[in-house]
């Protein structure tokens, strides 16, 4: 029986391998991931410097505890090298076998997603795995701006474990309090703002939009003295965070002695840091999709089967675009997991088929882990016609405000809550009107999907 080959071993890999799991204790699982395969919780990496937890802590399980757990064969530090969909294999090589030049190349490959150059096959010992079907969770890649100055690549991000060690160790390596410059002020950049303002560090923000959160919160408020986005921004203030907010930074350049790093804006103010943090966004990875052949648009294009172009090949998580859409989120990674397990455990090695299984996403509120002030919201669908008003403000005692996004009609399609108000998200999220055609619409439930797979 040939295996169910899951390609990453962040939470889509394996939430889905759970949920394949208690469909199916039978068939081969083999997982390969490039990292050490520890299992833990992303969100917590921009929550736990506050509470001095080390990137040991938020381990839940190494990769030999995930292999008992899944009844499965987990190979880490493997590279992918590449894909044959007709052969249904895929070839990997051990990375810590590797010469360490080569090692080198092919880490810096998976730091930009892109694809391996001839000479990694030619001197790795290449493993080929033959699988019935295979699982892309190969997650996203921090987007890299293109900033001048002879400091350039003291520029770190915060996407997995390694990073997050990494990042801990600058920190206790600076002078207390740590001057650190984060570059974008939306989610993930907040979080950390809030994080290391509460762990004692001196924290700047700089964003080229004129607010926090841009992308998730209103940018005007009608009706309301302050939209939720001023009053995170005072209230992440209020515990020591700077904004430069429509500023964007030109160049970074070592100080003289070298031990500070000098940041010019675009208006030339300069600010002097220790480390800066860039949190400008995600990119799918896609170069080895694409490389073998399968389709990509902004991530690795998938039907609402989770099927991408190329028969019994699926994509979960941060590297999919399900439907058109990016979904760089925990739960449709877990909602998505669920149909997609139904769809790999119905596979026939007889007729070689599935019954594919649609996913359905209900609602998903993203709740912004700034205890500041702590921020729930829920995007209207892309596109959706309509206008934020203020339901409830915040009063001189209380930061909750209450904002609905809704349609012409008056129909509720999205919400954006702050600090107590966020008591009421379950009660929104019942009220929220599914317009019919919305990719995330309850209404959106089918029990098929044409495709390849
Ligand atoms: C700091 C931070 C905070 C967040 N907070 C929240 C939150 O509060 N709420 C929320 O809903 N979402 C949050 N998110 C988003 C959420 O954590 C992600 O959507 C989710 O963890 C993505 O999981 P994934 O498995 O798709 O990707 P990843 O966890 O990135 O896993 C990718 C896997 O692919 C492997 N891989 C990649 N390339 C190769 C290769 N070539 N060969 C072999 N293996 C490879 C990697 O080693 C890894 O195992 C946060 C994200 C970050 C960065």
């Given at each position: 029986m040939k295996p169910l080959l899951i390609l990453g071993t962040g939470l889509a890999g394996y939430t889905l391998a759970r949920e394949f799991r208690k469909l199916d204790q039978t068939r081969p699982l083999v997982l390969v991931t490039a990292d050490d395969g520890s299992a833990y919780a992303k969100p917590n990496l921009s929550n736990a410097l506050a509470t001095d937890r080390s990137a040991e802590a938020l381990v839940q399980s190494d990769a030999a505890g995930m292999a008992t757990q899944l009844q499965a064969r987990v190979l880490t530090?493997?590279?992918?090298?590449?894909?044959n969909t007709e052969a249904r294999q895929v070839h990997v090589a051990p990375i810590?076998?590797?010469r360490d030049d080569i090692r080198e190349d092919i880490r810096e490959d998976i730091r930009q997603g892109t694809q391996k150059d001839a000479a990694c096959a030619t001197h790795a010992p290449v493993e080929i795995i033959d699988y019935a079907q295979l699982v892309l969770a190969l997650g996203a890649e921090p987007l890299r701006l293109p900033i001048a100055g002879n400091?350039?690549?003291?520029?770190r991000s915060v996407n997995d474990l390694e990073d997050y060690r990494a990042f801990r160790d600058a920190l206790s390596r600076c002078t207390a309090p740590a001057r650190v410059a984060i570059l974008g002020g939306g989610l993930i950049g907040c979080e950390f703002a809030n994080d290391l303002a509460i762990a004692g560090h001196a924290v700047q923000v700089i964003d080229?939009?004129?607010?926090?959160?841009g992308r998730l919160l209103p940018s005007d408020l009608p009706?309301?003295?302050?939209g939720p986005a001023q009053a995170l921004q005072q209230a992440l203030q209020q515990t020591g965070v700077q904004w430069h907010l429509g500023r964007s930074l030109k160049t970074i350049q070592h100080s003289a002695t070298a031990s500070t790093l000098e940041l010019q804006l675009d208006n030339g103010d300069s600010l002097e840091a220790d480390l800066v943090l860039s949190a400008v966004g995600l990119a799918p990875r896609t170069a080895l999709a694409a490389s073998a052949g399968l389709q990509i648009g902004r991530g690795i294009v998938t039907n609402q089967c989770l099927?991408?172009?190329?028969?019994?090949v699926y994509a979960l998580g941060d590297c999919a675009e399900v439907n058109g859409m990016l979904?760089?989120?925990?739960m449709p990674i877990m909602h998505g997991a669920r149909a997609l397990a139904a769809t790999l455990a119905s596979y026939q090695d007889t007729n070689d088929s599935v019954q594919a299984q649609s996913v359905h996403y209900p609602p998903m509120p993203v709740s912004v882990k700034t205890p500041a002030l702590p921020i729930t919201v829920c995007s209207?669908?892309?596109?959706?016609?309509g206008a934020w008003v203020a339901a409830s403000t915040a009063n001189a005692d209380t930061n909750a405000i209450e904002a609905h996004f809704l349609s012409?009609?008056?129909?509720?399609?999205g919400f954006a809550l702050t600090g107590t108000a966020c008591s009421r998200r379950s009660a929104l999220v019942r009220a929220l009107v599914l317009l019919p055609g919305?990719?995330?619409?309850?209404?959106?439930?089918?029990?098929g999907c044409s495709g390849p797979g």
């Open positions: 530090r493997y590279r992918v090298i590449a894909i810590d076998d590797l400091a350039a690549d003291h520029i080229i939009a004129p607010q926090a959160l009706g309301a003295v302050r099927q991408t172009s190329a028969r019994h979904l760089p989120y925990v209207p669908a892309m596109g959706s016609a012409p009609e008056g129909k509720l399609l919305d990719a995330l619409s309850s209404s959106d439930v089918r029990s």
